[in-house]
């Protein structure tokens, strides 16, 4: 399988079965690891137009994806940890926190389910991270996600600093209310 540099995914796998297990976590695994985002992308639909996009996404530690919500069209997102643990954050429209996940292969929460409209965004806290992301269709990158504007952007040199204040909100208690904001509170 070959990166693709436009899509920053690999290529999708052929024929009309694909097996998802150890062999194919490891590709993407692989991949992450020599990606500059520190994650890659390895659909299981075999065109962007697919009406259900299935799709392995292997994170490594510091690797940012930018807080963003499917809105425009609104698509619900489900995620499954498979491999590792991640940190999944929902925020409010101007960047406070609503809630905080932590969620890991093999423990009694292991994915979340998530309407359409919400920002949110995940962290590996694990190396070689993989989790199975099921969303609608078609995949469109222009309105795919609509990103935060009171988020750093992926390139931004605020990234930095944005992510560690994100990674240490795995030291507060659980279930305790959440006050910061990382964006704008002027509306």
Do not use: C
Request: net charge negative.
């Amino acid at each position: 399988m070959l990166m693709s540099i436009q899509r920053k995914a690999l290529q999708a796998p052929i024929g009309l079965t694909t097996i998802i297990g150890v062999d194919l976590m490891q590709q993407a695994i692989e991949a992450s690891r020599s990606s500059p985002r520190k994650r890659v992308i390895l659909p299981l639909h075999k065109t962007p137009d697919a009406p259900l996009q299935r799709m392995l996404n292997a994170i490594q530690p510091d690797s940012y994806i930018q807080p963003h919500r499917h809105l425009y069209p609104p698509k619900q997102e489900s995620i499954i940890v498979l491999q590792g643990s991640l940190l999944y954050l929902v925020f409010g429209a101007h960047g406070d926190v609503q809630e905080i996940l932590t969620l890991a292969a093999g423990t009694p929460e292991f994915g979340f389910d998530s309407e359409a409209g919400i920002y949110h965004t995940f962290l590996a806290l694990r190396a070689d991270t993989v989790v199975f992301e099921v969303k609608p269709g078609p995949y469109e990158p222009t309105t795919d996600k609509d990103f935060a504007s009171w988020a750093p952007g992926e390139d931004s040199a605020e990234v930095q600093n944005y992510l560690a204040s994100l990674y240490r909100l795995t030291t507060m208690p659980k279930n305790q209310p959440r006050q910061e904001t990382f964006g704008r509170t002027d509306g």
